[in-house]
């Protein structure tokens, strides 16, 4: 098979440390596969790239036993259905592997995983690629918010939903109707094997150093500091003078809401008196012309 020559991890580590291997979706896939090279090769692989224009296999591996594995690289935010399967399954037999993996940093819909069971197809998801790449000691373990990637659908920014299991949702599904949605991740930073671990951000509770100009990584709220709701509780039972205006407030808006109730019921009244007014004087009129008529 013609390919361009597997990544090093001695060239490839230094080159991308930092990156997000989420976010290696660009180059046609080629710096996921590039990663996945890395990977298995500190795994203790022998790894070959297939051509670009591969028959369902982006690397074909070599174990200890010499067992041949097909390899089919997926790096994407939306879930993968059966088709990488049937892929996968079909490279295993083009290019004579006695095995097949696929591999995504996403997850799997349930039509392709029992396509993968009935086709003997293994397949690693995003929860076994973390725990793959910390045992290769590639990448940082993971911590700290998950990141919002672009929309799998239309492209663009996506928002966190609460609701049930967390995901993120298209920004734009109330206005293009746009059903986009992706999991919750967290970033999954490569780094050097055997670099010790960056320090922890500045804590936003400890003063800020004379000279040293306030950065995002300031404002970054930490576990333990309270939330809105406590700082404004804790405003509300230090502040008298602030329960003083809430409640000139409410006393206000409660007067205005009465004295609206007194005009509105003495309106009706009003109307009501007037209305027997009128049916009374209409029935004295009726009795002054009926006792004309009867002196006549």
Known sequence: ????????????????????????????????????????????????????????????????????????????????????????????????????????????????????????????????????????????????TALAPPCPRCGAAMRLRSRGDAYFRCVAANQTKCRGTAPVRQPLVVKVPGTAPAPPPPSPSLPMPTGVAPTAEHWVRPAGVPSSPGRIRRTWASSPRLREVVAEILFAVTGIAVCGVVALVAHQVLIFILGVALVLGTLEQGDKAKRRRRRR
Not at 54 to 73: F, I, S
Not at 82 to 89: C, L, P
Not at 92 to 110: D, G, I, M, Q
């Open 1 to 144: 098979m013609t390919a361009r020559p597997p990544a090093s991890p001695e060239r490839w580590l230094p080159t991308f440390a930092g990156r997000d291997v989420h976010s290696m979706t660009s180059n046609r896939g080629r710096d996921f596969e590039d990663c996945l090279t890395v990977l298995f090769k500190l795994l203790g692989y022998g790894v070959q790239l297939t051509e670009h224009y591969d028959a369902g296999a982006d690397l074909v591996l070599t174990d200890q036993a010499n067992v041949r594995v097909a390899v089919q690289a997926k790096c994407q935010s939306a879930r993968l259905n059966y088709k990488a399967v049937q892929q996968v399954a079909a490279g295993r037999t083009h290019y004579k592997c006695e095995r097949a993996l696929v591999v995504t940093n996403s997850t799997f819909w349930p039509d392709g995983t029992k396509l993968a069971t009935e086709l003997a197809v293994d397949l690693w998801d995003g929860e076994r690629l973390t725990e793959e790449l910390l045992r290769a000691d590639m990448i940082w373990r993971p911590s700290g």
